[in-house]
């Protein structure tokens, strides 16, 4: 398996140690593991460096809502019956 490309912004204040999956944080050299996300290191960010995560999730570039796509239309047909409805008796 390839090696994702790292491009969080989050990497900003992690270094990666080794081919072990896990992370440095550059703030107080803590090593943490990031075996499938990095929600760890995100975690760690907000919950012991408060303020450095505030700036984090400010400059965090936020995706773009679509605009002029994924819009359902609801279409109402109408049917006129040109002879009244006769229920047929047996």
Same mark, same amino acid.
């Given at each position: 398996?390839?090696?994702? &490309?790292?491009?969080?912004?989050?990497?900003? @204040?992690?270094?990666?140690?080794?081919?072990?999956?896990?992370?440095?944080?550059?703030?107080?050299?803590?090593?943490?593991? @990031?075996?499938?996300?990095?929600?760890? !290191?995100?975690?760690? !960010? &907000? !919950?012991? %460096?408060?303020?450095?995560?505030?700036?984090?999730?400010?400059?965090?570039?936020?995706?773009?809502?679509?605009?002029?796509?994924? %819009?359902?239309?609801?279409?109402?047909?109408?049917?006129?019956?040109?002879?009244?409805?006769? &229920?047929?008796?047996?």
């Amino acid at each position: 398996m390839t090696e994702r &490309k790292r491009s969080s912004p989050i990497w900003q @204040y992690f270094e990666r140690i080794g081919t072990d999956k896990k992370a440095l944080c550059c703030l107080c050299n803590k090593s943490l593991s @990031y075996k499938t996300t990095i929600a760890n !290191l995100k975690s760690h !960010l &907000k !919950l012991k %460096h408060f303020a450095t995560y505030t700036t984090f999730v400010s400059k965090k570039p936020r995706i773009p809502q679509a605009v002029g796509r994924c %819009h359902f239309h609801t279409h109402h047909t109408h049917f006129y019956c040109t002879q009244p409805y006769r &229920k047929n008796k047996k």
